[in-house]
């Protein structure tokens, strides 16, 4: 299996991150150019993760999201369903907590966390509605979700040559660098077909989430999305 298709399949997608995780990192810079690394700084400062609170980083792949949340003295929980993403984190990061997990059914009590985020993830998960009533389970009364994804850019001509870029520029450039190039082809085709910023927004209230709010970077070609849990 070299790549997913879009019905996400959790085994198809898992078996296509485990193909891909050795030189995932790299791959990502170059195809994002350098951008993948700003993004994750926005992240960080939308969590606002402080020492002690528990903070649950989904998709979280070999942890190197996770690791602006260590540094601030906060427990982090790296999770992520690739086994083989994982193993590649635990050889870097061998002193994070790696969790193997299914963003739909959270290997976690009600109440833990007091924050949930997921980074360029939701969009693979197979059923993003019970994904986010799920990230709602585990955060405490009072917690919130950060979720960082790819998005709509909000300036029509832009727009354009951004999916030209997605179906035409992105699979030559993934072939040179990545290991698993036609990976690159479904994460392209699965950016297209994801819900605009508005209707994610409605999907987190939907799901339970108060107070939702989102920004965009970029020019909307990434968008993060933020709220909180009331009671």
Known sequence: MTRASLDKQPHEVASMFDDVAERY??????????QDRRWRKEVAKAVD??????????????????????????????CDFSQGMLQVGKQRQPWLPYTAGDATRLPFKDGTFDAVTISFGLRNVQDTDAALREMQRVTRPGGRIVICEFSHPTWA?????????????????A???????????????SIRAWPDQPALAERLGKAGWSRVAWRNLSGGIVALHRGFKES
């Open 49 to 78: 993760a402080r020492p002690a609170q528990k903070i649950l980083d989904l998709a979280a792949g070999t942890g190197t999201s996770s690791l602006p949340f260590a540094r601030t003295g906060a427990y982090v929980v790296p």
């Open 157 to 173: 001509p832009f727009r354009t040559v951004y999916t030209e870029y997605l179906m035409r520029a992105l699979p030559p450039v």
């Open 25 to 34: 990192d790299l791959t990502n810079d170059v195809l994002s150019l350098g």
């Open 175 to 189: 072939r040179a660098v990545s290991s698993n190039p036609d990976a690159y082809v479904y994460l392209a085709e």
